[in-house]
């Protein structure tokens, strides 16, 4: 890598990898490639390894333009490297000390360097941005009752949804509805970031909604099920309704915006299975991972792709990449929820596994290349 590469190069390409392993063990298992149930593994390999290194690889790029200070160096972005890769050396360990362990070391770094940011600022980051240091603190706190062996079910109930609904909450209220054209500002105004103040009220209201979300972990680790799934649906609900504005068209025309509006509802939609149907929630809560936080990540990818490496943002609008996406996302989620309904339960996770892949090679076919290569210096459209 080049030094003056943006993280986003370094952590997209391995992310991906985390993810196309971390599905692959289902069809491994299947074809008796391993003997050992993958369950822990793979939801180990897709929240700390898939999601959370493509965020990182995204925040450490956006972070300093947010802020209006220096850009992750390339002793930042090998530390970090270091680090990713033996959380994904250390996911196959039967002892998990040392994957907790560098998981706990990869959120202090993230926290060291978004907080030397901050304490640099030009200007301030988006006040939902809260929500995304409740997902790094609860995170840090889980892996810690891990490897001290105390509160296993509040840890890992957060490890496996709470981490992601923040950082798709912190996220996604700046960057979705600003790119479906549903708000004026938004990561594409950058460049106007100076412009943004200390908004003390609307800061306070995302840490009451932060404190909210952890409480509802807490009463369903407690044993209180569907109360807990209820208040994180309903927070969840009111969030994306009133900041996303989903519930409007999007006024940005193309594949790639309406790959964006299906993952926002598929984020909203795939929290409610477990409230109804509480033996059917960790089947139903494939709605959240197929089809809102894959769906999602590749699609801000490619936004993140495209705008950085300087390319024209014409090619997302009739992205045949996006378009076969979405199609084998589809139908991957068909056959994740179909699987308890039928015999052939390992099958079927199989064939959803493998669908998730097609549809991933497919867009790094599109797309990859220019993750690694420029067109031209980017423009920060997002």
Not at 6 to 16: E, K, T, V
Not at 118 to 126: G, I, Q
Not at 151 to 172: K, Q, T
Request: aromatic share 16%; with cysteine; glycine share 8%.
């Amino acid at each position: 890598m080049k030094q003056h590469s943006d993280p986003y190069q370094w952590f997209f390409p391995i992310g991906i990898f985390f993810g196309i392993i971390g599905t692959g063990l289902w069809i491994a298992f299947h074809f008796h490639f391993i003997h050992f149930y993958p369950g822990l593994i793979h939801t180990e390999l897709m929240t700390t390894g898939f999601v959370m290194t493509v965020a990182l690889g995204f925040l450490m790029t956006a972070i300093p333009r947010f802020t209006g200070t220096h850009s992750a160096t390339f002793l930042e972005k090998s530390i970090l490297l270091f680090l990713v890769l033996t959380i994904f050396l250390s996911a196959f360990l039967t002892q998990r000390t040392l994957f907790h362990l560098t998981s706990v070391l990869e959120i202090f770094f993230i926290i060291y360097f978004m907080g030397t940011r901050l304490l640099e600022c030009k200007f301030y980051p988006p006040p939902s941005f809260v929500l995304i240091a409740f997902g790094f603190i609860g995170s840090l706190l889980a892996h810690v009752c891990l490897l001290m062996g105390t509160h296993l079910a509040l840890a890992r109930l957060f490890l496996n949804y709470g981490l992601v609904s923040c950082l798709v909450l912190g996220v996604g209220t700046q960057l979705i509805p600003a790119l479906l054209g549903l708000k004026k500002t938004g990561l594409s105004n950058i460049q106007e970031g100076q412009k943004n103040k200390f908004d003390g009220k609307k800061i306070t209201t995302f840490i009451v909604l932060g404190f909210l979300l952890l409480f509802s972990f807490l009463i369903e680790a407690k044993g209180f099920f569907q109360a807990g799934r209820f208040l994180r649906a309903f927070l969840i609900l009111v969030i994306v309704i009133n900041q996303w504005r989903i519930h409007h068209i999007p006024k940005t025309a193309g594949i790639f915006s309406w790959c964006l509006w299906i993952s926002a509802w598929m984020f909203v939609i795939g929290l409610w299975p477990g409230v109804f149907w509480p033996y059917y929630a960790i089947h139903g809560a494939h709605i959240l991972f197929i089809g809102s936080v894959s769906l999602m990540i590749f699609t801000v990818a490619t936004r993140v792709t495209l705008s950085h490496g300087g390319y024209d943002l014409s090619l997302e609008v009739r992205s045949r990449g996006l378009l076969f996406l979405i199609i084998f996302f589809i139908l991957a989620l068909v056959s994740r929820l179909a699987a308890p309904l039928v015999k052939s339960y390992f099958p079927h996770l199989a064939g959803a596994s493998t669908l998730w892949i097609v549809g991933v090679i497919i867009w790094s076919v599109h797309f990859l290349k220019k993750v690694f290569y420029r067109n031209k210096p980017s423009e920060d459209n997002c």
